[in-house]
Nanobody, 121 residues
Framework: QVQLVESGGGLVQAGGSLSLSCTRSGSIFAINAMGWYRQAPGNERELVARITSGGSYDYADSVKGRFTISRDNAWNLVYLQMNNLNPEDTAVYYC???????????????WGQGTQVTVPS
């Protein structure tokens, strides 16, 4: 019913830039936050950047000043502009939404399938 599809991943040299996009289909009653997580081999999945319904823009310390998150006004699209990439950014990047499927029950985490970003050493 709800689907998140990422695009824009690929291989880029250190110091280069890459832009990720995520498109949502299906309805969500209310959205608390939307953004991006990443997971590298051997590591836990970590928050990269997030936009909350309260208007906050949150970034992991490791990407501050390099990555920029943005969205459309309808909360259907979320983007991640990544600049000055380094090998530590190599990971699978996942689009994420936390929201309520209806006015009843608990919130739900929605995940995309992930897109690979590779920055070779």
């Amino acid at each position: 019913q709800v689907q998140l599809v990422e695009s824009g991943g690929g291989l880029v040299q250190a110091g280069g830039s890459l832009s990720l996009s995520c498109t949502r289909s299906g309805s969500i009653f209310a959205i608390n936050a939307m953004g991006w997580y990443r997971q590298a081999p051997g590591n836990e999945r970590e928050l990269v950047a997030r936009i909350t319904s309260g208007g906050s823009y949150d970034y992991a310390d490791s990407v501050k000043g390099r990555f920029t998150i943005s969205r459309d006004n309808a909360w259907n699209l979320v983007y991640l502009q990544m600049n000055n990439l380094n090998p530590e950014d190599t990971a699978v990047y996942y689009c994420h939404i936390r929201g309520y499927p209806s006015h009843l029950g608990p919130p739900t985490d929605y995940w995309g399938q992930g897109t690979q970003v590779t920055v070779p050493s």
